[in-house]
């Protein structure tokens, strides 16, 4: 079936950086745009940016313009997100999502199960 | 683009219709989406563009579009939804959510 599943939860330091990864299935990888949207403790959904699979091209929220990277593994159909200079601002459940490339638009239809990302000293 | 929503909270029984409202900045035609969110679990798509009801998903759901003004209407509230409502536009490269309303009993 149709599913993203996301690497495990992570603790880091103020300062460090986190990566976390996002393995598709089920679809065609190549016709789906990964997003990345964080949820903090007691907080809303922010939208952090995308990652097109087959070119690599990125667009990012402005707030994560300086900390933000994403690459992609279309071998093994899986996106990385790395964020640095870690703050517990960032402290957060992060999740992928897929959205269908082209010119009908369905929204962000699958998600992640999400990984909590802990900053703490 | 800057998204709001109304009201923030809402008290509300079973068998209630719930309207929720979402307010873009500027216009974004029909890129509007709105999910359901529940403690420890993924946000779950309801609408996309606008108007559009996801597979799987109830039909006492549905959205609807005037100008900068979108609203999501839930029929006949059932237990299961209980939750906080988000919408979220994707007009060009540019995506945001709005604040979210909760739905409490």
């Known amino acids: 079936q149709v599913q993203l599943v996301q690497s495990g939860a992570e603790v880091q330091k103020p300062g460090a950086s986190v990566k976390v990864s996002c393995k598709a299935s089920g679809y065609t990888f190549s016709d789906y745009y990964t997003h990345w949207i964080r949820q903090a403790p007691g907080q809303g959904l922010e939208w952090m940016g995308w990652i097109h699979p087959k070119t690599g091209v990125t667009n990012f929220a402005p707030n994560f313009q300086d900390s933000l990277t994403m690459t992609r593994d279309t071998s093994n159909s899986t996106v990385y997100m790395e964020l640095s200079r870690l703050t517990s601002d960032d402290t957060a459940i992060y999740y992928c999502?897929?959205?269908?490339?082209?010119?009908?638009?369905?929204?962000?239809?699958?998600w992640g199960q999400g990984t909590t990302v802990t900053v703490s000293s | 683009i800057q998204m709001t929503q109304s009201p923030s909270s809402l008290s509300v029984s079973i068998g209630d219709r719930v309207t929720i409202t979402c307010r873009a900045s500027q216009r974004i035609g029909t890129f509007l989406n709105w999910y359901q969110t529940k403690p420890g679990k993924a946000p779950k798509l309801l609408i996309y563009s606008a108007s559009n009801l996801q597979g799987g998903v109830p039909s006492r759901f549905s959205g609807s579009a005037s100008g900068t003004e979108f609203t999501l209407t839930i029929s006949n509230l059932q237990p299961e939804d209980f939750g906080t409502y988000y919408c979220q536009q994707s007009y060009k490269t540019s995506y945001s959510f709005g604040p979210g309303t909760k739905l409490e009993v």
């Open positions: 999502a897929r959205e269908k490339i082209g010119e009908t638009y369905y929204g962000i239809d699958v």
